[in-house]
């Protein structure tokens, strides 16, 4: 079965930086657009990062210049790269694949990791 398993995070002083990282099992992810969502406590679950299979890449307002997301197909893993962080980003931070748009038969699923934490304090 499909498994997304990120790890990385932790506490970091604002400023500072952290890099995610998201391992899948069960699925070959390099025909797939892969996100980044984080949930800060209080606040709905937001698209933080994209990207496609070809390698292009989409931010959130709030993170754009701040967060690279990239792939390694090779490792079948996505990686979000966080610099600059800001108290507000603090939040659990998932990884996410949306197979519905490519399939339309019982492969039409969606997946969520279980997340990592992300504390940006001083």
């Known amino acids: 079965q499909v498994q997304l398993v990120e790890s990385g995070g932790g506490s970091v002083q604002p400023g500072g930086s952290l890099g995610l990282s998201c391992l899948a099992s069960g699925i070959d992810l390099s025909p797939y657009t892969m996100e980044w969502y984080r949930q800060a406590p209080g606040k709905q679950r937001e698209l933080v990062a994209e990207?496609?299979?070809?390698?292009?890449?989409d931010y959130a307002e709030s993170v754009k210049g701040r967060f690279i997301i990239s792939r390694d197909n090779a490792k079948n893993t996505v990686a979000l790269q966080m610099n600059s962080l800001k108290p507000e980003d603090t939040a659990v931070y998932f990884c996410?694949?949306?197979?519905?748009?490519?399939?339309?038969?019982?492969?039409?699923?969606?997946?969520w990791g279980q997340g990592t934490m992300v504390i940006v304090s001083s």
């Open positions: 990207i496609t299979s070809g390698g292009s890449t």
């Open positions: 996410y694949l949306d197979l519905r748009p490519y399939y339309f038969d019982s492969r039409a699923a969606n997946y």
